[in-house]
Nanobody, 123 residues
């Protein structure tokens, strides 16, 4: 089994910054893509940013130029640096990872999600 644990959420004023972290643990052979999604009340879950194992990044238009995704493969951790936060960034943020595990007999790949961390932007 694989677990993803997020941290770093909280309350911040408009224009402020937060850094989210998400650490993967468990039966990990390798991790391919990692990413962040968010869900605001009454809205569907939406993509924020993704990063491939080779390092290529993809961002939602709404966060381009303000958010930066990065990863530390030695720590199986993905980060989301959020700057110039706006009221509309308020949401629960979820990390996800595409993880390959090895059972000793075969390999298998699955997508895993964290439990979510609340980010609230308010004055």
């Amino acid at each position: 089994q694989v677990q993803l644990v997020e941290s770093g959420g909280g309350l911040v004023q408009p224009g402020g910054s937060l850094r989210l972290s998400c650490a993967a643990s468990g039966s990990i052979f390798s991790i391919s893509a990692m990413g962040w999604y968010r869900q605001a009340p009454g809205n569907e879950r939406e993509l924020v940013a993704t990063i491939a194992s080779a390092g290529s990044r993809n961002y939602a238009d709404s966060v381009k130029g303000r958010f930066t995704i990065s990863r530390d493969d030695a720590k199986n951790t993905v980060y989301l640096q959020m700057n110039s936060l706006k009221l509309e960034d308020t949401a629960v943020y979820y990390c996800t990872a595409e993880v390959t595990s090895y059972t000793g007999i075969h390999y298998y790949t699955d997508d895993y999600w964290g439990q979510g961390t609340q980010v609230t932007v308010s004055s």
